[in-house]
C-alpha cells in the first residue's frame, strides 16, 4: 500500500473497531542492557559527552534493536507503532550536542519503523501505521523555569516551532503516515507543534493526519500549564485533529475520570494510553497486562475508547492483554455539537446557543 491507501484502509479499520497502538520504547529497550559504548556506536565513539540515555540516537547506532522493538510490538497485535523520536527536536538534542544531527534521526525513525510495519502489512494486507512521534521537548513556552523570575522563558515560540517543523519534515521524508503531537503538559507547545507541522505540509506538498495527545499530571485532573481536559480540547479542537487523547503520567485507574471528560466532547477518535499505573518506591510500575486488561475491558464496553496504547512501563504483553481487552468491542461514537463559540484558558469557555 502506498500512504494514501493506507490511510484509507486505516480509517475504515477505525470506523470498524478499537485500534490498538504500541507500547513504551523506553521500557522495552531496558531489557536489551545497553551500555554507553552501544549509544555512541562507531560514528560517536569521539563525542565530547556521554550519550547514554538518548534513546533517539539509537535509531542511528543500533537501528536493529529499534527495528526489534517494532517488530516485538506488531506481533503483539498493534496496528499503529510510534517512531523513536520523542526527543529527536534541536531544542531536546541539545543536551547532548547532537543538534545537526535532528533531521537524519527522525528520517531514519520513520524509516525503520515504515520497514517493520510493512513486513507484517505484507502478511496479511492489514494496515500497520507509523505514527511520527513529537513530544513535548525539553522547554515551556507558557511557565518560567524559575519561580522567582514568572516572566522568564528558554525559548520562544517561532524557535519551537521551527525545530517542530524540521522533526516534521524529516518524519514526512523516512515514510511516517500520521504525526502523533504527544504527552503535551503545556498547550503552547502543542500550538507550536501544529504550527511546524502545517510549514512542513506546505513545503512538501504533503499533509498528513494530525494526533494530539495530552498529559494530566496529576489527580487535579490539569495539564501542567493548569488547564483542564475540556479546555485543552477547546485549544487544539481548530486543528481539526484525527484523534486527540491523554497519555503518560498516570495509570489507568486514575486516567479514566479524565478519558471520560475528554470522550464526552471530543469530535474525533479518542485515544489512550496510561503509564503502567503510577511510579511506585522504587520507579517502578506495578500495574501487570492481566490488570490493565480489565481498566481497558471496562473502558471499550463504556465507550470511551477508538485507539488504545501504553506509555511508560508498557510492554509487549500489555499490548496483547490490551488487544484482548478490546476485541469485539464497537468503538467510541465521535461527539455532535451544535455550532458555537467555544474558548479555553484554564477553563472551557462555551458560549449559550
Not at 160 to 176: D, S
Not at 295 to 307: D, F, M, P, S, T
Request: with cysteine; proline share 4%.
Amino acid at each position: 500500500m502506498n500512504r494514501a491507501e493506507r490511510l484509507s484502509a486505516l480509517n475504515a479499520e477505525l470506523a470498524a473497531r478499537i485500534l490498538i497502538l504500541d507500547g513504551s520504547m523506553g521500557a522495552y529497550l531496558q531489557g536489551f542492557g545497553l551500555t554507553t559504548n552501544d549509544f555512541h556506536g562507531e560514528r560517536f565513539v569521539e563525542h565530547p559527552m556521554s550519550l547514554k540515555g538518548d534513546n533517539d540516537l539509537l535509531v542511528l547506532t543500533q537501528p536493529e534493536i529499534i527495528a526489534q522493538v517494532h517488530e516485538g510490538y506488531l506481533a503483539a497485535g498493534a496496528d499503529i507503532v510510534s517512531t523513536n523520536t520523542f526527543n529527536a527536536t534541536r531544542i531536546s538534542q541539545a543536551e547532548y550536542a547532537l543538534e545537526d544531527v535532528v533531521f537524519e534521526i527522525n528520517v531514519e525513525a520513520a524509516r525503520i519503523a515504515r520497514e517493520a510495519a510493512d513486513k507484517f502489512e505484507a502478511r496479511d494486507g492489514r494496515p500497520r501505521a507509523v505514527a511520527g512521534a513529537m513530544g513535548p521537548t525539553t522547554k515551556l513556552l507558557s511557565m518560567s523555569p524559575e519561580v522567582g523570575d514568572p516572566g522568564r522563558r528558554d525559548v520562544d515560540f517561532d524557535a519551537m516551532a521551527r525545530g517542530y517543523k524540521e522533526q516534521a519534515l524529516g518524519l514526512i521524508e523516512g515514510g511516517a503516515d500520521l504525526l502523533l503531537i504527544e504527552t503535551i503538559t503545556d498547550t503552547l507547545n502543542a500550538k507550536s507543534a501544529l504550527w511546524g507541522a502545517w510549514e512542513a505540509f506546505d513545503k512538501t506538498g504533503v499533509e498528513l493526519p494530525l494526533w494530539i495527545s495530552g498529559t494530566i499530571t496529576d489527580r487535579s485532573g490539569r495539564t501542567l500549564s493548569g488547564q483542564t481536559v475540556e479546555a485543552f480540547y477547546n485549544s487544539v479542537r481548530h486543528a481539526k485533529p484525527w484523534a486527540v487523547g491523554l497519555n503518560c503520567a498516570l495509570g489507568p485507574a486514575e486516567m479514566r475520570a479524565f478519558l471520560a471528560d475528554l470522550a464526552r466532547v471530543a469530535e474525533c477518535a479518542v485515544s489512550a494510553y496510561p503509564n503502567a499505573g503510577l511510579p511506585n518506591a522504587m520507579g517502578g510500575y506495578d500495574e501487570t497486562p492481566h490488570s490493565m486488561e480489565t481498566h481497558y475491558a471496562e473502558w471499550a464496553r463504556a465507550g470511551l475508547l477508538n485507539i488504545a496504547g501504553g506509555c511508560c512501563g508498557t510492554t509487549p504483553e500489555h499490548i496483547t492483554h490490551m488487544k484482548h481487552a478490546v476485541e469485539g468491542v464497537k468503538p467510541r461514537v465521535a461527539a455532535k455539537h451544535e455550532a458555537r463559540l467555544r474558548l479555553a484558558g484554564l477553563e472551557p469557555f462555551n458560549a449559550a446557543a
